[in-house]
């Protein structure tokens, strides 16, 4: 039965920090320019519903480097869900390729295409959750660890939007506090959802003794943070949101060096990117020497290697020696048969 990566809490602990340290052992073989073929002759299809910089890149690439090979199929070019069901598309993917990987603000067709697929499916970013981008902050986070400190005890300062629309704060908010860590959301007034939707961060603040806490202070928000993490002040496409957006996160609300000033001496700062450089962050604080944003974009690629490695390892293999078999009688019967 494949294993999909829909969410990142459908995978323990335990398997959380094995994908973890999966990524450092091939980042590690990466810069040595000797990353293992673990997935010759493998094919990744990648559906991107929506635009995508990092996640198409760095999935496209983890194939190359991994020795399979990724294929971009953009809705509108493929008959998914238009001439054909996302059912049938899936049956027929399944056939054909041996994982894929899909972005579409469509969550329920997500889990739909899951449902019928026969091979691994990977959330490449939904409404609800980035469960991708998730495990890379992860992988970066634990490469740059305050002093003395494991992920477990970290202290991580979202600042943005706390309601569905935010669907990495949504992702990291949920696996932190099971890993035992602290996480804050530092929201204008109005950017909440309702009580129920944080059911999911509760239990897991249950399951890992970690917290979660809404504060409305800024200053008060970034007080303990080893990490400020940040989001995106509006979304490209909903440009009427822009200026209620800006007046209510500016100025309070972006990262800033006097914000910074605020939090302790050794915090870093994130963001998933794209940025709204001037906006939600300034570039003092984005080319800043704390700034992970950098490390973070190139950790997208050794996650998502990670991820793939993880749920087609268990698929069979090339055997060369079996190849060389097969090519034989092949040949043969071409000699005989095909002038
Ligand atoms: N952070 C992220 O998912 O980036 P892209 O939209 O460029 O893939």
Redesign the pocket.
Same mark, same amino acid.
């Given at each position: 039965m494949a294993r999909n990566f829909l969410d990142l809490m459908d995978f323990t602990n335990e398997e959380v920090y094995k994908l973890i340290e999966l990524a450092k052992m091939l980042k590690s073989a990466d810069k040595k320019d000797a990353c293992p073929y673990l997935l010759k002759d493998k094919s990744l299809g990648m559906i991107f519903a929506? @635009? &995508? $910089? *990092? $996640?198409?890149? &760095?999935f496209e690439v983890a194939m190359t480097k991994l020795g399979g090979h990724a294929l971009y199929l953009r809705p509108g070019e493929i008959h998914l869900g238009v001439s054909e069901s996302v059912k049938d598309t899936s049956l027929v993917m399944s056939r054909l390729l041996d994982a894929i990987e899909i *972005?579409s603000t469509d969550d329920e067709g997500i889990y739909e295409l899951a449902k019928h697929a026969g091979i691994p499916v990977i959330n490449?970013?939904g409404t609800y959750l980035?469960p991708?981008?998730c495990l890379c902050d992860l992988v970066t986070m634990s490469e740059h660890l305050p002093e003395g400190k494991e992920l477990k005890d970290i202290t991580l300062t979202f600042v943005g939007d706390a309601t569905i629309y935010e669907n990495?704060g949504t992702a990291l908010s949920q696996i932190l506090p099971r890993l035992g860590a602290n996480f804050i959301y530092c929201v204008p007034e109005g950017y909440v959802a309702d009580d129920g939707f944080y059911a999911p961060v509760y239990r897991a603040c249950e399951e890992g003794g970690g917290t979660f806490k809404i504060v409305h202070d800024p200053k008060e928000a970034v007080r303990d943070a080893d990490y400020i993490y940040s989001s995106v002040m509006w979304y490209e496409g909903y440009d009427d949101d822009k200026e209620r957006r800006c007046r209510d996160f500016l100025p309070d609300y972006q990262i800033n060096e006097e914000l910074a000033s605020y939090a302790p001496a050794h915090c870093m700062f994130m963001h998933?990117? @794209?940025a709204q450089r001037g906006y939600e962050m300034t570039d003092a604080i984005m080319d800043h020497e704390r700034s992970l944003l950098w490390d973070g974009?190139e950790n *997208?690629l050794y996650g998502e290697m990670a991820i793939l490695v993880y749920l087609m390892h268990y698929q069979k293999k090339a055997d060369e020696e079996l190849r060389r078999e097969e090519q034989a009688k092949i040949e043969a019967w071409l000699e005989e048969n095909v002038k």
């Open positions: 929506e @635009p &995508s $910089t *990092r $996640t198409r890149i &760095s *972005r490449g970013m980035h991708c981008q990495v998933y990117l @794209p974009a *997208r």
